[in-house]
């Protein structure tokens, strides 16, 4: 078993305001074995309709398949009451974001600290 099958793709952590905080462990989602594991974590999260924040900081490449399973997480986390923020995107991923205008359809902040001010 290599040792990205044995990391979870999302560190979550409870904020203490409540706020579900999922930080991206590994600095490469582009294997589809990642990226299905990555859609499994995000499904569990909907499921739990709370206020979540994905954060980037440790992401240098992002495979464009993550970008639709970052859409459907947001309406199925919306479906049960929950929010999302995106947060600490490399300029490099962010530009995907322009491109592909999903930085309208998400709400993305520069800062961890920024995304929790902003529930």
Do not use: W
């Not at 490469?28 to 206020?51: C, H, I, N, Y």
């Not at 994905?54 to 929010?83: A, C, D, P, T």
């Amino acid at each position: 078993m290599s040792s990205a099958q044995k990391t979870p793709v999302l560190l979550v952590e409870e904020d203490p305001s409540g706020v579900l905080i999922g930080t991206f462990q590994l600095n490469r989602v582009v294997d589809e074995e990642v990226v299905q594991r990555l859609s499994e974590e995000l499904a569990a999260l909907a499921a739990t309709g709370r206020k979540v924040i994905l954060n980037f900081s440790k992401v240098e490449y992002l495979s464009s398949s993550v970008l639709g399973k970052l859409i459907n997480f947001q309406r199925r986390l919306k479906e049960h009451g929950g929010e999302l923020r995106l947060c600490c995107i490399h300029p490099s991923i962010y530009e995907i974001f322009e491109i592909t205008r999903l930085n309208t359809l998400f709400d993305i902040y520069r800062t961890e600290e920024e995304a929790l001010e902003m529930f």
